[in-house]
Nanobody, 119 residues
Framework: QVQLVESGGGLVQAGGSLRLSCAASGRTFSSYTMAWFRQAPGKEREFVAFISEGGAATYSADSVKGRFTISRDNAKNTVYLQMSSLKPEDTAVYYC????????????WGQGTQVTVSS
């Protein structure tokens, strides 16, 4: 099992940047595919980005491509989401998630961190 705790959210003006962190417990962090999702008020949760176990492969949703970067540090059991050129439509609760099945199912979720982008 793995427990996930997100941090780094907050209020930022449009065009600004934030870096989210997700700290994982457990000794097998490097065996999990990690991802970020987000959920805006009144909307369904949506995929943002994922990163493979070793970090060699990443993929981002079209809505954030070129603006957000996912990375991980397996020595620190942490995955990051660097967000730049933020837009008001990026406002959401951001969740990290872990998959032991190469991204087919995300079994473990953090509690979320709020990101609010003002116009």
């Amino acid at each position: 099992q793995v427990q996930l705790v997100e941090s780094g959210g907050g209020l930022v003006q449009a065009g600004g940047s934030l870096r989210l962190s997700c700290a994982a417990s457990g000794r097998t962090f490097s065996s999990y595919t990690m991802a970020w999702f987000r959920q805006a008020p009144g909307k369904e949760r949506e995929f943002v980005a994922f990163i493979s176990e070793g970090g060699a492969a990443t993929y981002s949703a079209d809505s954030v491509k070129g603006r957000f970067t996912i990375s991980r540090d397996n020595a620190k059991n942490t995955v990051y989401l660097q967000m730049s050129s933020l837009k008001p439509e990026d406002t959401a609760v951001y969740y990290c998630a872990a998959s032991p099945t190469y991204g087919r199912l995300y079994d473990y979720w953090g509690q979320g961190t709020q990101v609010t982008v003002s116009s």
